[in-house]
């Protein structure tokens, strides 16, 4: 049994709203797997239907994009394709091929699901900090609170940590930025125009600007000291289903 896809919507009409909640009725399937969100409750969506021709859905599309990598879209346009989204759906909407679309995200999800049974489960962790302690707290929070296995390892500079994701692929990695030498925004940049590890900035730095910076340095995650136990186990099972649906879709480090 898995978690219901949470789905949403930006920039629909009214009449489209309707026809989106009618197909619930219409094929029971979805209600057994969707989960319909208000537009004004948008954390942790996973599916958004978008009004690709309105600018301003377009634009909050990529915000929530930037914030949610794992977030899908059914563009709604009609002027064909829109680079922006997974699926463009031609207007008006057509109630079989929106019911269709909606079918293969679900097929998608029990294809995810079913990729535990087949790859290494355990999460391969690298933490980079220069402070022993704050390696140490890590190793032991998420050993306590992470019920998947896990294989940890540690770096206590960015350049021994560049050095590492070199020689090993991470599924997830925890980046402090402000370090000696290499900070972690420059950490950051350097990985990912390699990896596919899922980064979570782990700073003491608050500020707007900061996380701004992290954003701009390709991190997926931007997490203030100390970490809560609940934003922790959030972004570890966000790893984990990054890793999963790159694995499904034969996408590699």
């Not at 704050?134 to 998420?142: G, I, S, W």
Request: aromatic residues 6%.
């Amino acid at each position: 049994m898995h978690d219901d896809i949470k789905l949403s919507y930006l920039g629909l009409t009214d009449n489209e709203v309707r026809v989106l909640k009618s197909i619930f009725t219409l094929a029971p399937q979805l209600s057994e797997n969707f989960s319909l969100t208000s537009p004004a409750d948008l954390d942790d969506v996973d599916v958004f239907l978008v009004d690709a021709d309105d600018d301003q859905a377009i634009a909050r599309w990529k915000l929530i994009k930037q914030k949610n990598h794992l977030a899908m879209s059914l563009m709604l346009s009609s002027h064909g394709e829109s680079a922006e989204g997974d699926v463009t759906l031609q207007r008006p909407i057509r109630v079989q091929k929106l019911i269709a679309a909606l079918d293969d995200i679900i097929k998608e999800q029990t294809q995810t699901n079913y990729t535990d049974l087949i790859y290494e489960p355990e999460v391969r962790v690298l933490i980079v900090d220069d402070s022993y302690p704050v390696r140490k707290f890590m190793e032991h929070k998420l050993v306590e609170l992470v019920k998947e296995p896990l294989q940890m390892s540690f770096a206590a500079s960015g350049e021994e940590a560049i050095v590492k994701v070199n020689s090993k692929n991470y599924d997830i990695i925890f980046l402090d930025v402000m370090m000696e030498g290499v900070d972690g925004y420059k950490v950051c940049r350097a990985i990912k125009a390699s990896r596919k590890a899922y980064i979570v900035m782990l700073t003491s730095k608050k500020s707007p600007f900061d996380k701004v910076r992290g954003t701009m340095s390709g991190c997926d995650a931007y997490v203030t000291k100390p970490p809560s136990d609940e934003s922790l186990v959030k972004e570890v099972k966000k790893c984990i289903q990054n890793r999963d649906r790159n694995q499904a879709l034969g996408l590699t480090q």
